[in-house]
Antibody, heavy 119, light 108 residues
Framework: QLQLQESGPGLVKPSETLSLTCTLS??????????WGWIRQPPGKGLEWIGS???????YYNPSLKSRVTISVDTSKNQFSLKLNSVTAADTAVYYC???????????WGQGTLVTVSS | EIVLTQSPGTLSLSPGERATLSCRAS???????LAWYHQKPGQAPRLLIY???SRATGIPDRFSGSGSGTDFTLTISRLEPEDFAVYYC??????????FGQGTKVEI
């Protein structure tokens, strides 16, 4: 059964780098049929797409976050990762990873992980 | 960038009633690249509809999507207790880039 699991620190200090990893089980991240995305949701607010990656390493970022975001993939570990630098309190959110069917809709999502930016 | 506006912000209904949710795009969404999700408290969003009108795997037929161009609708024919949640529309015309609507809360 396909599962996506986010992992990483739940607390990050302002101006530092937020780092999260999404591990896929029950499938292959090297499938040519899917992109792999990061989405976040500030407490009590809506969803914001952060960016996506293809197994080949091609990346696509939200223009509003592009200068601070790096997404990478490690096919040997069946993982992809998110780095968001120079974080502020506005980056406090639940961060989700998701599978994007041919880059389109998100048909499988991780359970999400809350990251709080605070000193 | 395509902006999606959902209405109403909150829909107050009873179990068994029909729910009609709207999603309007700031410009035409090509090939009906529009999806709907619902999200219950503390859970990840779950895909309901893709391609504007195709139900995702395991989604009951009381959920239906329609529309094209700039106007899309999600209809829940008879609300079940588990349907009370927040609903988001999402466009993927710029795939793999996504934008979401701000959400509609369906409450009892």
């Amino acid at each position: 059964q396909l599962q996506l699991q986010e992992s990483g620190p739940g607390l990050v200090k302002p101006s530092e780098t937020l780092s999260l990893t999404c591990t896929l089980s029950g499938g292959s991240i090297s499938s040519s049929s899917y992109y792999w995305g990061w989405i976040r949701q500030p407490p009590g607010k809506g969803l914001e797409w952060i960016g996506s990656i293809y197994y080949s390493g091609s990346t696509y970022y939200n223009p509003s976050l592009k200068s601070r975001v790096t997404i990478s993939v490690d096919t040997s570990k069946n993982q992809f990762s998110l780095k968001l630098n120079s974080v502020t309190a506005a980056d406090t959110a639940v961060y989700y990873c998701a599978r994007q069917d041919y880059g389109d809709y998100g048909d499988f999502w991780g359970q999400g992980t809350l990251v709080t930016v605070s000193s | 960038e395509i902006v999606l506006t959902q209405s109403p912000g909150t829909l107050s209904l009873s179990p068994g009633e029909r729910a009609t949710l709207s999603c309007r795009a700031s410009q035409s969404v090509s090939s009906s690249y529009l999806a709907w999700y619902h999200q219950k408290p503390g859970q990840a969003p779950r895909l309901l509809i893709y391609g504007a009108s195709s139900r995702a795997t395991g989604i009951p037929d009381r959920f239906s999507g329609s529309g094209s161009g700039t106007d899309f609708t999600l209809t829940i024919s008879r609300l079940e207790p588990e349907d009370f949640a927040v609903y988001y529309c999402q466009q993927y015309a710029g795939s793999p880039a996504w934008t979401f609507g701000q959400g509609t809360k369906v409450e009892i």
